[in-house]
């Protein structure tokens, strides 16, 4: 868990420089700077997502995952708490863009992608920090970003950090070794395509915002696909 606490730790540092320098960043600079990270987010989502070997497994999985989300209104979930924790730690004071967006368009990047699974399976597995820290330095420049541009809801995915890769390494550190390869990759590539979608609202080229976040059950759900698939030969 170390590891998840550094890449934790990056996270909150690395916001909090980039909102205590915000003031002086104009707001077609913020707005540039979206648009950057909007574009390299849609080229991790896509690295991630080509790596599939299976794409009945990625659209079936994306298909039922959304499902479930709408209907578990994770999206919806998310904005309350947002909210609840922007009343309890602004306490009314002015803050500039979306404290959800920000929050669930950071806690979706940090915690989705090739790195964030493969970096909680090999802590979890094989007890090697590496891909983990590695990633820690990337959050920590993204976060800083981030947080310039999208402010206090950056600071809190920290915790979104903290919890979701936390349970991830312990999970994999149980079941792990029971997951194979192809349930990995076709995992990875499945946030690839959330990531992609995350991308497209970053960027503001949808006339109405993706919910992501209804997307995320979808990652899980390789775990059953292949044996439920080796079920009918």
């Known amino acids: 868990m170390i590891a998840v606490i550094v890449n934790t730790i990056a996270v909150l540092i690395g916001s909090t420089l980039g909102i205590l320098f915000r003031s002086r960043l104009r707001e077609n600079l913020r707005n540039a ?5 909007g ?30 989300g709408e209907l578990i209104r994770i999206d919806d979930g998310i904005e309350h708490a947002g909210d609840f924790i922007k009343g309890k730690m ?25 790195m964030t699974i493969m970096g909680s399976l090999e802590a979890g597995i094989r007890h090697d920090y590496t891909i983990i820290y590695a990633k820690s330095m990337m959050d920590f420049v993204s976060s800083m970003a981030f947080g310039a541009a999208m402010g206090f809801g950056v600071t809190c995915s920290a915790l979104f950090v903290l919890v979701f890769q936390g349970a991830l390494t312990l999970l994999a550190g149980w079941v792990g070794t029971a997951l ?19 991308a497209l609202n970053l960027i503001g080229c949808v006339s109405e915002r993706i919910k992501v976040a209804n997307m995320l059950p979808a990652i899980f759900l390789p775990i059953l696909y292949f044996p439920i698939i080796g079920l009918f030969g």
Do not use: H
Not at 33 to 37: G, S
Not at 106 to 113: N, P, R, V
């Open 33 to 37: 700077v979206m648009r950057a990270l």
């Open 90 to 114: 602004l306490k009314g004071r002015a803050e500039t863009g979306s404290f959800t967006d920000g929050f669930v368009s950071a806690s979706i990047l940090f915690c989705i992608g090739s």
């Open 39 to 68: 574009l390299c987010t849609a080229l991790i989502g896509i690295s991630s997502a080509i790596e599939t070997n299976n794409i009945l497994c990625v659209i079936l999985c994306m298909v039922i995952g959304t499902a479930l």
């Open 180 to 198: 194979s390869a192809e349930v990995v990759t076709e995992m990875s590539a499945v946030g690839g395509v959330i990531l992609i979608g995350m």
